[in-house]
């Protein structure tokens, strides 16, 4: 039995003339959490439809925990957990005949972990979820998840629907009962901020196919924003605009992404200013490494940074 829950080899898709990957491998290892980021159209989704079997990919192969992902076993399935689409089709059951009912096709399944996430509605538990709000709805589906206690838990957009107080709930939740080392998750979440909670490992995705695995810490404390004024650009405004719009490319090999502001323009890199500054000397603008000013980011700000905001 294979301890890698995710192997991706040489994986390959596209739409039409739309491409999504190209020569994509990856592996997830057991034990740690990841979170998957990029921005609306890099293929986030396309990829976990890919894990699940509901797309063959072009080319390559995604495995897991040694199975083809369109052609996983039984007794390979049970051990995957999967929130896709926030889908509950059993919306008329009550909370406790929904628990009842789920807990029929899982061998491990932990009702505990169900009613600890469900309990905080204070709702009782002949509540009928079709009367629930769509945040109550979320918190049901989410416990389901858990209390089936997979070794793989796949969370495609788990924060659809949670207001901030419950996002944190699950967050922390999440962490208390699946971080033991034997649990693996995958998580996509538009609210980017959450994922510093708790991820150990981030896989950024970006258009065209290329794609990235670090450790969340590392990626942070290597990854570098550096301010310039605007009033230092000179002549060389008009090109570093058209490189923060993605219409000239990138001078140098140190650059990540250029942002423009009203006011002053913004240089990502894993590098230092000084070699922002060699890459800079090739449009012609010659600067002291002094001129630029290391912002401090967050989590959100360094996602935005490194993916791009358009």
Same mark, same amino acid.
């Given at each position: 039995?294979?301890?890698?829950?995710?192997? /991706?080899?040489?994986?390959?898709?596209?739409?039409?003339?739309? *491409?999504?990957?190209?020569?994509?491998?990856?592996?997830?290892?057991? =034990?740690?959490?990841? #979170?998957?980021?990029?921005?609306?159209?890099?293929?986030?989704?396309?990829?976990?439809? /890919?894990?699940? =079997?509901?797309?063959?990919?072009?080319? =390559?192969?995604?495995?897991?925990?040694?199975?083809?992902?369109?052609?996983?076993?039984?007794?390979?399935?049970?051990?995957?957990?999967?929130?896709?689409?926030?889908?509950?089709?059993?919306?008329?059951?009550?909370?406790?005949?929904?628990?009842?009912?789920?807990?029929?096709?899982?061998?491990?399944?932990?009702?505990?972990?169900?009613?600890? *996430?469900? %309990?905080?509605?204070?709702?009782?538990?002949?509540?009928?979820?079709?009367?629930?709000? !769509?945040?109550?709805?979320?918190?049901?589906?989410?416990?389901?998840?858990?209390?089936?206690?997979?070794?793989?838990?796949?969370?495609?957009?788990?924060?659809?629907?949670?207001?901030?107080?419950?996002?944190?709930?699950?967050?922390?939740?999440?962490?208390?009962?699946?971080?033991?080392?034997?649990?693996? +998750?995958?998580?996509?979440?538009?609210?980017?901020?959450?994922?510093?909670?708790?991820?150990?490992?981030?896989?950024?995705?970006?258009?065209?196919? !290329?794609?990235?695995?670090?450790?969340?810490?590392?990626?942070?404390?290597?990854?570098? &924003?550096?301010?310039?004024?605007?009033?230092?650009?000179?002549?060389? !405004?008009? +090109? *570093?605009?058209?490189?923060?719009? #993605?219409?000239?490319?990138?001078?140098?090999?140190?650059?990540?992404?250029?942002?423009?502001?009203?006011?002053?323009?913004?240089?990502?890199?894993?590098? @230092?200013?000084?070699?922002? +500054?060699?890459?800079?000397?090739?449009?012609?603008?010659?600067?002291?490494?002094?001129? *630029?000013?290391?912002?401090?980011?967050?989590? !959100? %700000?360094?996602?935005?940074?490194? @993916?791009?905001? &358009?």
């Amino acid at each position: 039995m294979t301890s890698q829950p995710i192997s /991706i080899e040489h994986l390959g898709h596209s739409y039409g003339g739309h *491409l999504v990957y190209r020569d994509l491998s990856l592996t997830f290892e057991a =034990g740690r959490i990841y #979170g998957l980021l990029g921005k609306n159209g890099v293929g986030k989704t396309t990829l976990i439809k /890919i894990l699940m =079997g509901f797309l063959k990919p072009r080319s =390559g192969v995604c495995r897991i925990f040694g199975d083809p992902a369109y052609a996983i076993r039984p007794q390979t399935r049970e051990r995957v957990g999967l929130l896709f689409e926030r889908h509950l089709a059993y919306d008329f059951f009550t909370i406790s005949q929904i628990e009842r009912f789920m807990a029929r096709f899982y061998p491990r399944w932990k009702a505990e972990r169900f009613y600890g *996430l469900v %309990d905080v509605l204070g709702l009782p538990q002949n509540h009928r979820i079709a009367h629930m709000s !769509e945040g109550q709805r979320s918190q049901v589906v989410l416990g389901l998840m858990l209390a089936q206690d997979p070794e793989l838990l796949i969370l495609d957009d788990y924060s659809m629907g949670l207001d901030a107080g419950y996002r944190r709930l699950f967050v922390d939740y999440l962490r208390e009962n699946l971080h033991d080392g034997r649990h693996t +998750v995958v998580l996509t979440s538009h609210v980017i901020q959450d994922m510093d909670r708790f991820v150990d490992e981030v896989v950024f995705l970006r258009r065209g196919g !290329e794609a990235c695995m670090t450790g969340l810490a590392d990626f942070m404390e290597r990854f570098s &924003c550096y301010r310039l004024d605007a009033t230092f650009a000179g002549t060389a !405004e008009k +090109v *570093l605009r058209e490189m923060a719009m #993605g219409r000239q490319a990138l001078p140098g090999k140190h650059l990540v992404n250029v942002e423009a502001h009203a006011d002053f323009y913004e240089f990502f890199t894993f590098h @230092t200013a000084r070699d922002i +500054v060699e890459d800079l000397a090739g449009l012609g603008l010659h600067l002291s490494p002094e001129a *630029l000013q290391e912002s401090p980011m967050n989590m !959100e %700000d360094a996602f935005v940074g490194y @993916t791009g905001r &358009c």
